[in-house]
């Protein structure tokens, strides 16, 4: 699914990842943690030019359109799958058809009463809904996220996470919450400044083992 050997991943300076190897294979769910600016956006950015036409992307901050709806950005999620005039048709007036495929995402994310609220009225942890709503409209096989459930309290951000890994059987997802990543994902991958520090199953760790990529 994506591989990298001996990969220099940089932005406009030096290298965040010097010679990076790395194999993920299609059915993985995998936890990328580390400390901020370890380069674990550097990586999922790297992995979705990989395999742009098979993932569903949830950035950090999401990245909706704050005057629009609920209903607006979740939709958004499946412009590719619609001509021009058809997108253009359903932001204006959503089809009875639509309404109903993106009333049951946003049901399954609690979201039924916001649907058209828009995003700048919404709580952090809404707008984050929304948008790993807007990865699930994608229908690709793929997750990459970006801390998808950092402002959603504990239990949410479990319930949730399951309920898009259950969508998605490959994903890489960037996050903090190292029991999380426990909970959720069977494989976790530990970032320090730009190096591979940890590659193991979940089944093998202990939060102590995970304390050490943060000392
Ligand atoms: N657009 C950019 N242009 C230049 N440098 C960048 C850019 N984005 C990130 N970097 C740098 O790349 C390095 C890795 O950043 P990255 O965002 O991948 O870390 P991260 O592990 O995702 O951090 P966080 O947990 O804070 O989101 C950092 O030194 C950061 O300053």
Redesign the pocket.
């Known amino acids: 699914m994506f591989v990298f050997e001996n990969a220099r991943l940089a ?3 030096p290298a ?1 990842f010097e010679r990076l190897s790395l194999r993920i294979d299609d059915g993985e769910q995998v936890a ?1 943690l ?12 790297a992995l979705r030019r990989q395999q742009p036409g098979l993932c569903a992307w949830c950035p ?1 901050q999401g990245a909706l359109v704050p005057m629009l709806s609920v209903f607006h950005n979740i939709y958004m999620g499946s412009l590719a799958r619609h001509s021009r005039w058809t997108n253009l048709r359903n932001l204006i007036h959503p089809s009875r058809a639509q309404r109903h495929a993106v009333g049951l995402v946003a049901e399954q994310l609690g979201l039924t009463d916001k649907l058209f609220t828009s995003i700048d009225q919404l709580s952090g942890g809404q707008a984050q809904r929304t948008a790993l709503g807007r990865a699930i409209y994608c229908q690709r096989p793929v997750l990459l996220a ?2 998808p459930v950092s402002n959603v309290d504990e239990h949410q951000a479990l319930a949730l996470t399951r309920q898009v890994l259950d969508q998605h059987p490959t994903a890489v997802i ?1 996050m ?1 919450d190292r029991a999380l990543a426990l909970q959720c994902c069977q494989r976790l991958i530990g ?1 320090r400044e ?1 190096r591979i520090v940890l590659d193991a199953r979940a089944a093998e760790l202990t939060l102590g083992d995970l304390d050490a990529l943060y000392q």
């Open positions: 932005h406009q300076g965040v990328l580390g400390p901020s600016g370890a380069g674990k956006s550097t990586l999922l950015a950090q970006d801390e960037a903090h970032i730009g």
